[in-house]
């Protein structure tokens, strides 16, 4: 095992897995690997954590995927509003008329992650760009997709220790 490749798991994506390798390179093509690696990647990640919380997990892992959640759907809610454009009526839609600006309200904490990767890479250099306040502080899109991959790995290390401790009974 190399120092690359801590507990046997490589720490690149495997190609075909992940949903940012198959994204087209493009303006928010960063921003999706980052929270696509944050959601996704084997190691170190919100699935590789929930996947060690399997059996009767700790009770506050449940709260936490359920912040997470209500937190992703916020940032993507600050999004849409920050970056709403009047559409154009059109017999071929804009590649911004593709998505819908939130995550659909039937997702779970799964869905909202795989729909957040193919959002952010569809989003262009102006919408990256745009400025907007969230929870008081002025950032970019940009700056709000990477406080999302970050929270999402805080709560994914404080998943994975609830996890790895003993089970209740």
């Known amino acids: 095992m190399s120092g690359s490749e801590p507990y046997g798991l490589p720490l690149d994506l495997l190609p075909g897995e992940q949903a940012s390798q198959k994204q087209a390179d493009g303006a928010g093509a960063l921003a999706s690997q980052l929270l696509d690696e944050a959601n996704h990647a084997r190691w170190e990640s919100l699935a590789s954590a929930l996947g060690m919380a399997d059996g009767q997990p700790h009770p506050r892992v449940g709260r936490l995927v ?5 937190s992703k759907r916020g940032y993507w809610e600050a999004i849409a509003a920050a970056i709403a454009t009047p559409r154009q009526p059109s017999d071929q839609p804009s590649p911004d008329q593709l998505f819908s600006d939130q995550p659909p ?3 779970n904490l799964n ?3 795989l729909w957040e990767v193919q959002r952010a890479a569809a989003l262009s250099d102006e ?15 940009t700056e709000l997709l990477r406080l999302n991959a970050r929270h999402t790995v805080w709560h994914a290390g404080q998943i994975a220790a609830l996890s790895s401790g003993p089970k209740l009974a």
């Open 127 to 141: 919408q990256l760009a745009t400025v907007l306040t969230y929870s008081g502080r002025q950032m970019s899109v």
């Open 105 to 107: 309200p039937e997702l």
């Open 66 to 70: 359920q912040h997470v959640s209500v």
């Open 111 to 113: 869905g909202v992650c």
